[in-house]
């Protein structure tokens, strides 16, 4: 659905479990700091605010979007997760290097969620514009980070 009909903070809050019995696993890019830590902010006060304990969040860096799906397979062998989310944020260029990497990580994902005994959250950005980037990691569009919390606390008791 398009974010631009859908606010990505926006959901009924007695419809998420409680999650003070989880422990999530976040693995975020560095690449594009300013929107992936305000999407990491989003995640962390969304999954507190449903009862997640503080030391309960494991959040791992890689440098770039593409190690997301690396990261992301490390958390799942090592074990110990309920749900693990990738936050990450590519803004199209002026080459074809977007088309690739987002692709690969979509790919990736899809291939460790079919693999994997926990979800795997898909929270990458993938925008034209820095402007669009900023509207979802928490200006008028809201925050991916909200929804991906969200959806982690919802598929880990699926």
Not at 30 to 40: D, R, Y
Request: glycine share 10%.
């Amino acid at each position: 659905m398009s974010t631009t009909l859908h606010h990505l903070s926006d959901y009924d809050a007695s419809k998420v479990p409680d999650a003070s019995n989880m422990c999530i696993g976040i693995v975020v890019s560095e690449w594009n700091s300013e929107i992936t830590g305000a999407l990491l902010d989003g995640a962390v006060s969304t999954l507190e605010k449903h009862g997640a304990l503080p030391e309960n969040i494991h959040v791992k860096t890689v440098p770039g979007s593409y190690e997301l799906v690396y990261g992301a397979h490390q958390m799942v062998l090592n074990g110990g997760y309920d749900a693990v989310i990738i936050l990450g944020c590519v803004i199209r260029g002026e080459t074809p290097h977007f088309d690739y990497i987002c692709q690969g990580v979509t790919n990736g994902i899809a291939t460790l969620n079919s693999k994997s005994e926990i979800p795997i959250i898909f929270g990458l950005l993938t925008t034209n514009d820095l402007q669009q980037a900023k509207d979802r990691s928490g200006g008028k569009l809201g925050n991916k980070g909200d929804e991906c919390a969200v959806v982690a606390i919802k598929m880990a008791k699926f």
